[in-house]
C-alpha cells in the first residue's frame, strides 16, 4: 500500500518553538528542585517542675554557749580614812613681766655704748665683667690699670688650660668632640669653687672639670672695699687634630 502525504503539511514547521519550550521548562524544574528546601520537625517538650506544696524549712538544732558570768565589780570600803598631807608644798611666784604704772621708763633705757654693732657680711657673686676690682691670677701683680689686669688674666686662664689639656683616650676611640662650657666661682678665699658645666659628653664635662679644678690660688676680687665671690665662664674646645 503507498503512503500518502499531504504537500501542505510541514511536521518541522513549529520544532525549534517547541524546543525552547521544552527547554524551558525543564529548566525552570530543575532550578525549583535545586532550591527546594527542607525542615526538620521540632517537637515541642514540656517539662512539667514539680513544686512542693510544703514550704517550711527546716531550722537546725543549736545549742547555746554557756558562758561564766564576769565577776562583780570591787566594792568599796567600809569606812574611808582621810590621810592628811603632812608635807608641804612651796608654790613657785611667778612675777609678772608687763609693767604698770609705778615702773619709770627711764630705768629701761639702754645706753648705745652698752650696744654691740657689727656688720654683717653676705655673700655676694659678682660677675666678672662688672667687678670693680679683678681676681689677679698669679704673674698678673705688677698690673696697675683693671684692663690690663683682666686681659692678663684671661690670657693666663688660656694658657693654663692649653698647659693641662689632655684629650681623653676614651672620647678619642669613640670620635667625640664639641664645646664644654663651663662657670665657676674665684671665691672671696681666692680658691675656685662652684664649678658647673655643660657639654656633649660625660667624658668631655670630666676633663673640663679637672683643668679648672687645678687653678692655682688667685688674689680675690674686690667689690666697695671688701673682698667678693667673682662668678668666671669660659668655653673649652675639645677637637680632634
Not at 658647673?196 to 679637672?210: N, Q, S, T, V
Not at 687653678?215 to 687634630?241: D, E, K
Request: hydrophobic share 40%; glycine share 4%; with cysteine.
Amino acid at each position: 500500500m503507498e503512503l500518502k502525504k499531504n504537500p501542505h503539511a510541514d511536521l518541522n514547521r513549529n520544532s525549534g518553538l517547541y524546543f525552547v519550550i521544552g527547554l524551558t521548562i525543564v529548566l525552570f524544574t530543575t532550578w525549583r528542585l535545586l532550591e527546594y528546601k527542607t525542615y526538620e520537625t521540632q517537637e515541642n517538650i514540656v517539662q512539667a517542675m514539680n513544686v512542693m506544696d510544703n514550704m517550711d524549712e527546716e531550722v537546725p538544732i543549736t545549742e547555746a554557749l554557756r558562758t561564766t558570768p564576769p565577776p562583780p565589780p570591787p566594792a568599796a570600803p567600809d569606812v574611808i580614812e582621810i590621810i592628811e598631807d603632812m608635807e608641804e608644798v612651796e608654790e613657785t611666784i611667778i612675777e609678772s613681766t608687763e609693767s604698770s604704772q609705778e615702773t619709770f621708763v627711764e630705768s629701761a633705757i639702754v645706753s648705745a655704748d652698752d650696744v654691740n654693732v657689727f656688720e654683717e657680711e653676705e655673700d655676694v657673686s659678682v660677675p666678672f665683667a662688672v667687678i670693680e676690682n679683678v681676681p689677679i691670677f698669679p704673674g698678673c701683680e705688677s698690673l696697675s690699670s683693671e684692663t690690663e689686669r683682666k686681659a692678663c688674666f684671661n690670657e693666663k686662664m688660656q694658657e693654663h688650660i692649653k698647659n693641662n689639656f689632655k684629650y681623653p683616650e676614651t672620647a678619642i676611640e669613640l670620635g667625640i668632640s664639641g664645646r664644654v662650657f663651663v662657670t665657676f666661682d674665684i671665691k672671696a678665699s681666692g680658691k675656685v669653687g662652684n664649678i658647673k658645666y655643660r657639654g656633649p659628653d660625660r667624658l668631655l664635662e670630666m676633663e673640663a672639670e679637672r683643668i679648672i679644678a687645678s687653678l692655682p690660688t688667685m688674689i680675690p676680687g674686690v667689690q666697695r672695699g671688701r673682698s667678693v665671690r667673682v662668678a668666671y665662664s669660659i668655653p673649652i674646645n675639645f677637637v680632634m687634630q
